[in-house]
């Protein structure tokens, strides 16, 4: 039942009742508990002359790993105690959570715990701590939405220190906007990013079995619904493609995949990548992204762990007015689309035979988001819009008649002069639902600040 884990200690003042202090520590656990969290540690630490609670509760916490820590405060507790705790797990990002009082009788009891908190928050701010400071109303349920947001981002960001991205290839078309500093994303951010050739994918299609690629190709052949009829060895390289890629990618570990796109497989291979990325998501449930946008790459793990959605990436076509054109020119997850998944066989320009994911998207309340840089100082820029269903378009180019592109129309919550001044590339990452609260959480305990 648990998706979070989570250290917790709660606090109350030796001279208070202690059973006062158990229950409101019980409350509170049980809440958590009901919204996915396994906690760990102790609870009813009071300042004792001797220390011994402070030691209980930095012995318990210690007893197993967690992402993040809670600090309840029950009522009014000396700092030095909370502080000699929290002190050695100054690395986890914090909760500080003042509960509130109750009316009995017409009366109202309170235990003081907001003098505890506000003789804590700004010390532990002067000290260095990474934390969230949240309180309780008397009389009133606890704040669990805001208190879940930053259970979801802390979470993530502990699940961005361990994250990998898989690229394959470099700097597609030399772009400028999809590089990034390999240093600073270590150190700010703690995701990894991992290089490898397109000659090491190439030479694992090889070992390919002939099988594998027929079951691969007969279940697109059954889930997705054809406009007209692919050519098989279009079917079969995708396949034998995808499969080579799903052996690096479980070899690796990686939560994102980008792959050099124009410049490499179809330039070298003769191959658009629709087709493979589709697979990877759908099959295989990772965040994709093309042309070794290593920046959208993060963004897509930041919002896949604050969210749990795939995190699909689109991009921009026309700013209007009032509102946004976005697309892709290939293939939108399954998770996003509004229908069966259609495709067209066709292509672009000059290029070969794709698999083209023409399906209709999702429409509703989104968040569309993107992580930037400049040194070692990170930025998010983010907005939330409604998404509605696009007019009839297409992208001068394909071979006629020009199918309709995965696409949405994006009335931004915003304007859009605003949004384009301050837009950090071509591609943007969307998720449905107004994400922003679990988003500003994040970027607050990395340090990335909010445009």
């Known amino acids: 039942?648990?998706?979070?884990?989570?250290?917790?200690?709660?606090?109350?003042?030796?001279?208070?009742?202690?059973?006062?202090?158990?229950?409101?520590?019980?409350?509170?656990?049980?809440?958590?508990?009901?919204?996915?969290?396994?906690?760990?540690?102790?609870?009813?630490?009071?300042?004792?002359?001797?220390?011994?609670?402070?030691?209980?509760?930095?012995?318990?916490?210690?007893?197993?790993?967690?992402?993040?820590?809670?600090?309840?405060?029950?009522?009014?507790?000396?700092?030095?105690?909370?502080?000699?705790?929290?002190?050695?797990?100054?690395?986890?990002?914090?909760?500080?959570?003042?509960?509130?009082?109750?009316?009995?009788?017409?009366?109202?009891?309170?235990?003081?715990?907001?003098?505890?908190?506000?003789?804590?928050?700004?010390?532990?701010?002067?000290?260095?701590?990474?934390?969230?400071?949240?309180?309780?109303?008397?009389?009133?349920?606890?704040?669990?939405?805001?208190?879940?947001?930053?259970?979801?981002?802390?979470?993530?960001?502990?699940?961005?220190?361990?994250?990998?991205?898989?690229?394959?290839?470099?700097?597609d078309m030399r772009l400028y906007g999809t590089l990034y500093d390999g240093v600073s994303l270590r150190g700010k951010i703690g995701t990894e990013v991992e290089f490898f050739e397109m000659l090491e994918i190439v030479q694992r299609m090889e070992n390919i079995k002939k099988e594998d690629i027929d079951a691969v190709v007969n279940k697109v052949k059954a889930e997705w619904a054809f406009e007209k009829e692919a050519k098989a060895e279009t079917l079969e390289l995708g396949a034998k493609v995808y499969l080579a890629l799903k052996s690096k990618i479980e070899e690796c570990g990686y939560d994102c995949i980008s792959l050099i796109d124009v410049d490499g497989m179809k330039k070298l291979l003769k191959f658009p990548p629709s087709m493979v990325f589709m697979l990877m998501a759908n099959e295989m449930g990772k965040c994709t992204i093309p042309e070794n946008d290593t920046m959208g790459a993060v963004t897509q793990l930041v919002t896949k762990y604050a969210t749990g959605q795939i995190s699909a990436y689109f991009e921009f076509y026309e700013f209007m007015p009032d509102r946004l054109l976005v697309g892709v020119p290939d293939y939108v997850p399954m998770e996003v689309i509004d229908g069966p998944l259609k495709v067209c066989p066709t292509s672009f320009g000059l290029l070969s035979e794709g698999i083209l994911n023409v399906s209709k998207v999702k429409t509703g309340k989104v968040t569309l988001a993107r992580l930037g840089y400049k040194g070692d100082?990170?930025?998010?820029?983010?907005?939330?819009?409604?998404?509605?269903?696009?007019?009839?378009?297409?992208?001068?180019?394909?071979?006629?008649?020009?199918?309709?592109?995965?696409?949405?129309?994006?009335?931004?919550?915003?304007?859009?002069?605003?949004?384009?001044?301050?837009?950090?590339?071509?591609?943007?990452i969307l998720t449905y639902g107004d994400n922003t609260g679990v988003l500003t959480d994040i970027c607050n305990l990395l340090g990335i600040e909010i445009i």
């Open 1 to 171: 039942m648990y998706k979070y884990k989570a250290g917790f200690v709660g606090f109350g003042e030796v001279n208070t009742p202690i059973e006062v202090v158990k229950q409101k520590c019980e409350e509170a656990r049980k809440l958590l508990n009901e919204n996915g969290i396994e906690l760990v540690g102790a609870d009813a630490i009071t300042d004792d002359e001797k220390g011994e609670d402070a030691a209980r509760a930095i012995n318990a916490l210690k007893k197993e790993e967690f992402d993040f820590l809670i600090v309840c405060i029950t009522g009014w507790i000396p700092s030095h105690t909370v502080i000699r705790v929290i002190s050695e797990f100054k690395e986890k990002p914090m909760l500080l959570w003042g509960l509130g009082g109750k009316t009995s009788g017409g009366r109202l009891a309170t235990t003081a715990a907001q003098a505890g908190t506000t003789a804590l928050r700004k010390p532990m701010e002067d000290m260095g701590f990474n934390f969230k400071y949240v309180y309780d109303f008397p009389d009133s349920p606890s704040n669990i939405a805001e208190i879940m947001d930053f259970v979801k981002a802390a979470t993530a960001v502990a699940k961005l220190k361990r994250g990998k991205v898989g690229m394959m290839g470099y700097r």
């Open 377 to 428: 100082k990170y930025v998010m820029h983010m907005i939330t819009g409604e998404a509605v269903t696009p007019r009839s378009w297409e992208e001068v180019g394909w071979t006629p008649p020009a199918p309709q592109l995965p696409s949405l129309e994006i009335i931004p919550d915003t304007s859009v002069k605003d949004f384009a001044q301050k837009v950090m590339g071509q591609h943007y």
